[in-house]
């Protein structure tokens, strides 16, 4: 039976997309079947990361209304032949979406699948509270900067109130993964601290992914990070949080400033 | 001159920190459906404060801290000086 995770954040831009394709990613090459269905209706983005945007027939609003059947929708991923895609619609209006068609097509998927990443869409209106409505597993990506972290709150507050589990009277589990996050700055006392940001939202943190050039390169080239550079700095960061979210205990260092001759120099003067 | 506001600036993340703090204090309060307890105690605090002297709103302010074993409420409230103190 599959777990489905939810990967959210409330705000936008803080990479819910670029995370959902690299855990899954991740996963899959550890040998779990995966699917990560894009819930961005109206505003797709998940094939174009994961460089399938050209082999979108179907989608997932089509599965739902019952026009297409689930196997012709699902993209296999060239690279992973565990890796499936379910795109999100370009076109059609966003309330197609029904909540008994979401469920009908994720029953159906959590019998052939052993992850069903669910990357949400940015805010708290239908289509986020639709993504993690039959969450297991909650992922809220949160960047160091205060706006996300406000937003991750408010999520957390939706997680524990709105999902089938909260309702049931069960805990979601939560995990926070830290994107974009500049240990240099952290250490100047210019950016939140990870122990600063787990302090305020007390979820349980499941990886940092260190800022780096590697993101914005394997997007470019429409490959998870974890595919496309898997001993980038990035990449094991989410190979290690993949695990963290299988149950693994591996440890987690917050990563510090690595100092050249002249950051050094440069550092000692400034801090 | 430049040079020497670089070395004094303050950091910033700090600030960030105590700010979200606060806010999500007040949120958190509003979300939930409780009774928000800081913005209570301020307003409170505010009407037994001008009962003797006229406070402004804006020169009120709350800080929370909140360490593992106490939290700490810090109320600092800006009195105007008297009319003709000086």
């Known amino acids: ?271 | 001159m430049s040079l020497m506001s670089f070395f004094n600036r303050r950091t910033s993340a700090p600030v960030a920190r105590e700010r979200l703090q606060i806010l999500l204090a007040h949120e958190r309060g509003i979300v939930g459906g409780k009774p928000d307890l800081v913005a209570q105690l301020r307003e409170e605090i505010l009407a037994v404060v001008r009962r003797h002297v006229m406070v402004e709103h804006q020169n009120v302010q709350v800080k929370m801290n909140r360490d593992a074993d106490i939290s700490t409420l810090e109320i600092e409230v800006e009195i105007p000086a008297p009319v003709g103190a000086r």
């Not at chain 1, 954040?9 to 990560?36: P, R």
């Not at chain 1, 979108?56 to 739902?64: A, Q, R, T, W, Y």
């Not at chain 1, 239908?126 to 160091?144: E, I, S």
């Not at chain 1, 963290?244 to 591996?250: A, F, I, P, S």
């Open chain 1, 1 to 271: 039976m599959a777990k489905v995770l939810v990967v959210t954040s409330g705000k936008g831009g803080v990479g819910k997309t670029t995370s959902s394709a690299a855990l899954g990613a991740a996963l899959a090459h550890g040998g779990d079947k995966v699917v990560v269905i894009d819930f961005d209706v109206g505003l797709r983005n998940l094939d174009l990361v994961m460089g399938a945007e050209r082999r979108v027939v179907f989608d997932l609003i089509n599965v739902v209304q019952g026009d297409a059947k689930l196997s012709q929708a699902l993209i296999r991923d060239k690279r992973l032949e565990n890796l499936s895609l379910l795109p999100a619609s370009q076109t059609r209006d966003k309330d197609a979406l029904t909540e008994e068609g979401v469920a009908r097509v994720l029953s159906d998927l959590r019998e052939k699948f052993d992850w069903i990443i669910c990357d949400s869409p940015a805010g708290i209106e239908r289509g986020a509270t639709m993504a993690m409505r039959h969450a297991d597993v909650a992922v809220v990506v949160t960047n160091p900067e205060v706006s996300s972290v406000r937003d991750s709150d408010r999520i957390i507050g939706l997680l524990d109130s709105k999902t089938e589990k909260a309702e049931n009277g069960d805990r979601i589990e939560k995990h926070l993964l830290l994107t974009r996050y500049d240990p240099a700055r952290a250490e100047r006392g210019e950016m939140l601290k990870v122990d600063d940001v787990l302090e305020i939202l007390s979820i349980p943190l499941i990886g940092i992914i260190p800022e780096s050039e590697e993101v914005l390169r394997a997007s470019n080239v429409g490959s998870p990070v974890t595919l496309n550079n898997p001993a980038s700095a990035p990449g094991r960061a989410y190979f290690d949080a993949a695990r963290r979210l299988k149950g693994e205990t591996v440890e987690l260092t917050i990563p510090s400033e690595k100092k050249g001759l002249l950051g050094k120099l440069f550092g000692r003067r400034a801090a």
